[in-house]
């Protein structure tokens, strides 16, 4: 065959003959018997194989094509070269170049060739013709000869093809043939004969009717994989109307707990997870049905929580399914502990270094904060980093978060942020996507709340974006949207409306109506604006707008009748000279853009005082005169923005951290702040570190932000109390850092004002400080509450930090200043406290407030009197606790430090007090608590019995539970050995005995309800993993023990 | 899914398979945008795009760029790992699978791919099925190898 070289088609581009994977990302090393298939023969080698560019290229192709002709042509060309000619062709196709000669022969080879031939030609079909190729008919008689064959494979071509595509027009004379296959004993027919009826369903819904309950036999298929394809049928069906398959509620969350709990066959687990696809799949179906139905709903909280629990090893693919888990948990029925656990999780993705769970968590919250604005508030550090990604996905979909978050007071920093990222991107579909919203947001939050007290540059800024630019697609685009959302504007309540808002509404109305032509009812608008006219409260200027606006919609003659009425009526309201003017003559008037009609109307107006009336054109020519370099149409021009910039820009001169943050927390009542400000501005000065902190504390009150329990930030919540000459900040300064606080303030102000969910749980006695530090009430409260504030403030921080370790990330850094360390641990595992310290200064900044005789409330006892549990926060006095044990020894009398363990049910958490042992006043307390390692050892603690004692226990325990696990694979050990040695290491469990392939373990319970409960694992390689069978009378504990297990050999 | 798409570095297609009915202009003017815009962007960075009115999922192994276009409510992770797999399942068909095997075997490539997704959906996710079942078709044709004159 005089054909070109298989090396000739590499070197179309160069190729690298690099290996995909190394071997670290393969997912089992077992066999690789698989050798490269033979390059195939009769090829001659093309001499030319190297260098080869494009005008060589498509020589070469063209050649190729040429001589791929002929031979196709040719009646001596057997099957087996038309299947290498369609190799080829396909090929050719692929690099762009048409090979439409090759289509007919392509379904020939389908129906004469052997199998072998016959699946090359069945490719070439699905490659080569789409849906609606008039070749397909040709195909269908074969293909209904293939079903029927005895053949699996050739059963199995045609079930494939008619998946791809199938003339929608022939379903009828297969569907048949194909739901026979839906009971053949192979389970790889009637999965592919599912997914061919889903196919059909997708194309002709209506046709595959009447095989619905065939459908549900496919649900409960024998074979996971068949019952895995009907899934994508039923999800279909579902979200097209959930309200008729409720019923498979229970079967789905059945399935889906079988899942979950590693009841399917290994096969079907990906990278040791049980069946991904599956999971996600039925959360999805999941989702559908539990949507606004709360009945649904509580019979799956149960299975959300244990996949969301499952789902929690550090791979792409659990992360996956927690997304999805995430998604359907916030999309039926809320239940507030699921929605916790799942904000966690979400926290956890934006928290993420890696980019892609970054952006999904990005996502999710930009889902989820739809429903709770205040979701958004722990992240607010990480959401001004994404703002500035380097990647332009991120940041657009930071956008997209923020754009959902908007409110009155931070309109004008996110609108200025798109702007920024419209003057850098040069895509034109996010460009259209993001103009579309920053029109939105300025139109509807601006001017229907800023309202009348704008200045009048604002709308006509606007109004010039709208108006200026080219005629393009985007142009038009946004008009019709702004055309449209005003319409719908207008279609509601107008009174409330600001006068200006409605003068722009009618200038846009009038120019671009036009754009709506699809609408069947063009006087609409004219109605709409008719309306206007006729209310009260819309001022002169603002009906001269209008009746602008309406002349220029004269165009139909719907609008002509309704414009004559109109103007009648109006005429007649202004006892004008033209009162009794001809109809005829209205009609001409109206069509004459001059408004010469209204002359004695506007002159009427204007001797009443109205500004004269000048045709937007004209406002906007004279006002791209004034301002013709004015770039930033959205400025500070705000009074909300600008009285809280200028102050926070007063105070960053100040260098004074802890007062900005101050200011955010406040920036939400604007104007408060702006009368205290005078009356505050002079002790500032004097009290301004105190003031840092209570105002510091203050602004985590109202804004609700919360420490992030993650090692590379900085805590928000301590950063600010620490002097900035003394902080260890592992890279960023502090000014970078403020930038960010600055934005993060302006970003979620008036976001967490009314905090429900807020993850900061503070005594009321630490609000009553916020309130009391601006009064003169601050002075005589502020002993006690300062103290109080500040261990609450550390418990809550302890609080976090315990829940963070909990959910997987087990190391906590906090930095602060250090005078003295003091190194405590305590034993047994539980956690250990590492570098306390306090500093105490005395007289300084607090003098002022000592020098005014200030009475000792009769509650300012010295805090070691007390007894100290009796301050513990009321949620946990009624935990188990352990005894109160002293930190720090006596070297400095003056102060005492103790702490002690809570035992919550979901968490440990760990309490320290700080008390005042002196009789002078606390002024200023720097606290550093650095977290080495906050290691929870959860539950487990060996348990030392013999072989067998282990088999006595064995049989009397009831709660069992399977799973199989990954092998740690070392290089001197045995896997068995060397995965227990894991366990053992990781969980301090004790192995009983190991016997071949099998290994049995023992563990009990440490502390907590079930204190003492062993729990014994049976283990046995098998295949490539780990076969571990769980028993104990507790029932919660294989589960646990089984999800630490999980946790400790991943991360081995 | 709609779409996948493998290409090279340099841009060159090696394999495309389109779940939804376009025409040729449609596609190539899809892929070549496509190509350009994803060979754009840094290695550090995301691997969804939002592109147009699709959602792109895209994986680079070697020299060879592996994209899917996904729907708005599909699972960006899920379809990452989709990719992942098919390249496993190459892997484990070739035998540690470069650029050159895909050239060499598109076809081979494209049977794998029938028996993973069909009609753009998940069809197998059991690497030991589909490589059965390809392996079953590939005994016929030594089979008929073998007894061909």
């Given at each position: 065959?005089?054909?070109i070289?298989?090396?000739?088609y590499?070197n ?5 003959p690099?290996?995909?994977l190394?071997l670290?990302?393969?997912?089992d090393n077992?066999e690789?018997?698989?050798?490269r298939?033979?390059?195939?023969q009769a090829l001659t080698l ?28 040719s009646?001596?060309t057997?099957?087996r070269?038309?299947k290498?000619?369609m190799?080829r062709a396909i090929y050719c196709e692929m690099?762009?170049?048409q090979a439409s000669?090759?289509?007919i022969?392509?379904i ?7 199998v072998?031939e016959k699946?090359?030609g069945?490719l070439a ?6 849906e609606?190729?008039e ?14 064959s005895t053949?699996?494979?050739e059963?199995c071509m045609?079930?494939t093809v008619?998946?791809q595509?199938?003339?929608?027009d022939m379903?009828p004379a297969i569907l048949p043939v194909?739901?026979e296959k839906?009971t053949?004993?192979?389970e ?9 009826l889903?196919k059909?369903y997708?194309?002709?819904p209506?046709?595959v ?5 065939k ?8 074979d ?7 899934l ?6 579902i979200?097209e109307s959930p309200e008729?398959?409720k019923?498979?509620t229970g079967?789905?969350v059945?399935?889906l ?7 399917l ?7 040791s997870v ?7 799949q039925l959360?999805?179906?999941?989702a559908y ?7 649904t709903?509580?019979?799956?909280y149960d299975v959300l929580?244990e996949s969301?629990?499952r789902?929690?090893m550090?791979?792409n693919?659990t992360y996956a399914i927690l ?5 359907t948990i ?5 239940k ?8 966690e999780?979400i926290?956890?993705f ?10 999904l968590g990005?996502k999710a919250?930009t889902?989820?904060v ?12 990480t959401i001004?980093e994404?703002?500035?990604h380097?990647?332009?996905i991120?940041?657009?979909e ?5 754009f959902?978050?908007t409110n009155?007071?931070?309109?004008t920093?996110i609108?200025?942020?798109m ?6 991107t040069s895509?034109?579909y996010?460009?259209?996507d993001?103009?579309g919203?920053v029109?939105?947001?300025?139109m509807n939050s ?5 309202g ?7 709308p006509n800024?606007?109004?010039r ?5 080219v005629?393009s697609?985007?142009?038009?685009q946004l ?8 319409v ?10 600001p ?6 509404i009618s200038w846009v ?5 036009y754009?709506r032509?699809?609408?069947?009812d063009p ?5 709409l ?8 409260h819309?001022?002169?200027e603002?009906?001269?707008?209008v ?5 220029k919609l004269?165009s139909s003659?719907v ?5 004559r009425d109109?103007?009648?009526?109006y005429?007649?309201?202004a006892k004008s000279?033209?009162?009794?003017i001809p109809?005829?003559v ?7 853009s001059s408004?010469s009609f209204l002359?004695?109307?506007v002159?009427?107006?204007?001797a009443a005082?109205?500004a004269p009336?000048k045709?937007?054109h004209?406002?906007?020519e004279?006002l791209?005169?004034e301002?013709?370099?004015?770039l930033?149409p959205?400025g500070?021009s705000?009074p909300?923005?600008l009285s809280s910039c200028?102050i926070?820009?007063?105070l960053?001169?100040?260098?004074s951290?802890?007062l900005?943050?101050?200011?955010s927390?406040l920036?939400?009542n604007?104007t ?6 005078g009356?505050t501005?002079?002790?500032l ?5 105190v003031?840092?902190k209570?105002g ?12 992030i329990?993650?090692?590379e ?7 600010p109390?620490?002097?900035?000459s003394?902080?260890q ?6 000014e970078p850092?403020q930038e960010?606080r600055q934005l993060?303030s302006s970003?979620f102000v008036?976001?967490?004002?009314h905090n ?5 749980r503070?005594?009321?006695t630490?609000?009553?400080v916020s309130?009391?530090d601006?009064s003169n009430?601050?002075k005589?409260?502020f002993k006690?509450?300062y103290i109080?504030s500040c261990r609450?403030?550390l418990h809550n921080?302890l609080d976090t930090?315990?829940v ?9 850094t906090?930095?602060q200043t250090?005078?003295r360390?003091?190194d405590h641990?305590?034993s047994n ?8 310290e ?7 900044p607090?003098s002022?407030i000592?020098g ?9 006892e010295?805090p070691?009197d007390?007894p ?6 009321a949620?946990?006095s ?5 005894e109160?044990?002293t930190l720090?020894s006596?070297h400095?009398p003056?102060?005492?430090?103790s702490?002690?363990?809570v035992?919550?049910e ?5 309490l320290v007090?700080i ?6 006043t606390?002024h200023q ?11 929870v050892?959860f539950s487990?603690?060996?348990l030392t019995?013999?072989?067998g004692?282990?088999g006595k226990?064995w049989?009397s ?5 399977k799973q199989n696990l990954?092998?740690?694979t070392t290089e001197h ?5 060397a ?5 053992k290491g990781?969980?301090h469990l ?18 907590g309800?079930?204190?003492g409960?062993?729990?014994l694992?049976?283990c046995?390689?098998h295949a ?5 069978w769980?028993r104990?009378?507790v029932?919660e504990l294989?589960?646990?023990l089984?999800?630490?297990c999980?946790k400790?050999l991943?991360?081995t | 899914?709609q779409?996948?798409l493998?290409?090279?570095?340099q841009?060159k297609l ?9 025409s040729?202009?449609e ?9 350009q815009?994803i060979?754009a ?11 147009r009115?699709?959602k792109?999922v ?5 020299s060879?760029y592996f994209c899917?276009a996904v729907e708005?409510q ?6 990452l790992?989709i990719?992942?797999?098919y390249?496993?399942?190459?892997d484990k068909?070739?035998?540690?699978v470069?650029e ?10 494209y ?10 959906e998940a069809q ?5 099925n ?5 392996e079953?078709a590939?005994?016929?044709q030594?089979v ?6």
């Open positions: 065959m005089n054909l070289s298989k090396s000739a590499i179309m581009g160069y190729f690298q690099f290996p995909f190394c670290s990302e393969r997912d077992m690789k018997s698989k050798q298939p033979e390059p195939m093309y001499k030319h194989s190297r260098c080869l560019y494009f005008q060589e290229e498509e020589k070469l192709i063209k050649k190729e094509l040429a001589s791929l002709k002929e031979q196709v042509a009646p001596n057997t099957m070269q038309m290498e000619i190799v690099l762009g170049y000669f090759s289509y022969h392509a020939k080879l389908a129906q004469q060739g052997s072998l699946r090359v069945y079909v699905s490659l080569f013709l789409k609606t190729d070749f397909l008919l040709l195909l269908v008689n074969t293909v209904l000869k293939d079903l029927q053949n699996l494979i059963v045609a079930l008619v998946s595509m199938f003339p929608k379903i194909v739901e839906l053949h004993p192979k790889i027919i009637r999965r592919k004969a599912v997914l061919a889903y059909f997708l194309i002709a209506n046709q009717q009447h095989i619905h309950s459908f549900r036999k496919a649900l409960c298929d024998k996971p994989g068949v019952m895995t394809a009907s994508h049928i039923y999800l279909q069906l979200k008729s398959y019923d498979l079967s789905m059945t399935i707990r079988q899942v979950v709990g590693g009841k066959p290994l096969d079907f687990n990906y990278h049980p069946a991904p696809w599956l999971q996600i959360l999805r179906i999941l049905l539990g949507k606004e139905d709360q009945g709903s509580e019979v799956m929580e969301l629990r789902a929690e550090n791979h693919i997304y999805e888990c995430v998604k916030y999309t039926v029925h809320p507030s502990q699921l929605l916790e656990k799942a904000a999780c926290g956890n934006v928290l993420s270094p890696k980019i892609n769970l970054k952006y990005l919250l889902y989820v739809q429903q709770d604005a205040n979701l958004a508030l722990p992240h607010q550090i001004i994404c703002l500035d380097s990647d332009v991120i940041k657009r930071t956008l997209e978060l923020l959902r978050i009155a007071q931070n309109v920093v609108v200025e942020k702007l920024e990222f419209l003057r850098l895509d034109d996010s460009t259209i993001l103009v919203k029109a939105e947001l300025t601006v001017f229907s709340l800023g009348d007290v704008m200045q009048p540059d604002i800024n606007f109004l974006l709208l108006a200026e630019g005629d697609v985007e142009d038009r008009r019709l949207f702004a055309v449209d959302s005003y719908s504007l207008l279609q509601g309540e107008t009174a409330k409306l006068q200006r808002f409605l003068q722009v109305l009038g120019e671009y109506s754009l032509e699809e609408d069947s006087g609409s608008v004219m109605r604006l008719a309306r206007l006219l006729d209310q009260r819309t001022s002169t603002t009906r001269s707008w009746l602008g606006a309406m002349t004269c003659p609008s002509v009748a309704l414009a109109v103007c009648e009526r005429l007649s309201w000279v033209w009162a009794n109809l005829c209205t009609f001409e008037i109206l069509v004459d408004l002359d004695g109307y002159s009427e107006a204007l005082g109205a009336y045709s937007p004209q406002r906007q004279e791209v005169q301002k013709a370099l004015s930033e959205y500070l705000l909300v923005s200028s926070t820009d007063r960053t001169d100040r260098q951290p802890t900005l943050s101050m200011s927390g920036s939400g604007s408060e702040l702006s009368h205290k400000e009356s501005a002079l002790k000065d004097g009290v301004k570190r003031w840092g209570d510091y504390l203050a602004q985590q009150q109202s804004a609700g932000e919360t420490p329990p993650q090692v930030l900085p805590s928000p919540l301590l950063s109390q620490s002097p900035p003394q902080t900040k592992p890279s960023s300064g502090p850092d960010k993060a970003l008036g976001l967490g004002s429900s969910v807020c993850l900061v503070l005594p009321s630490v609000c009553s309130i009391a601006q009430v601050f005589a409260l006690p509450f109080n609450s403030a921080l930090t315990t963070a370790s909990e959910g997987g990330a087990a190391t906590t906090l930095q250090s005078q360390t003091l641990t305590t595992g539980s956690p250990h406290v590492e570098g306390t306090q500093r105490v200064e005395a007289g300084g607090l002022l000592r005014n005789d200030l009475h000792p409330a009769p509650a300012l010295r070691r007390l100290l549990t009796s301050h513990l926060p949620e946990l009624g935990l188990a606790r352990s109160l044990t720090c006596d400095d003056s102060l005492a430090l702490a002690c363990r035992y919550k979901d968490a440990l958490v760990l007090f008390s005042n042992n002196t009789d002078s606390l307390m720097a606290l550093q608590l650095t977290c080495k390692e906050l290691e050892y487990d603690w060996p019995v013999s072989t004692d282990y226990m049989l325990f009831s709660h069992d539970l990954r092998l740690v050990q045995e896997p068995l050995t995965t227990l040695d894991a366990l990781k969980l004790h192995i009983v005995d190991v016997i071949g392939s099998e290994g049995i373990v023992a563990c009990r319970l440490l502390q309800q079930g204190q409960q062993p729990c694992l049976h046995r390689v490539d993993s780990l076969a571990v769980l104990s009378p029932p294989p589960d646990s089984l999800y630490h999980q400790a991943t991360e | 899914m779409f996948m493998l290409f090279s570095r841009g090696r394999l495309q398979k389109w779940y939804v009915p376009l040729d202009k596609r190539k003017k899809i892929s070549r945008d496509l190509v815009t060979l962007r840094k290695p550090k960075m995301c691997s969804f795009l939002e592109w009115d699709l792109i895209y994986k680079r192994y070697a060879l899917c708005d599909d699972n960006e992770l899920i379809t790992e990719i992942h797999r390249v496993e399942l190459l068909y070739f035998g540690s470069c050159l095997d895909i050239i060499f075997n598109f076809e081979k490539a049977f794998i791919l029938d028996e993973f997704l069909l009609g753009g197998e996710t059991s690497k030991k589909v490589l059965k079942a390809i079953q590939d005994l016929l030594e008929r190898l073998h007894t061909d004159p």
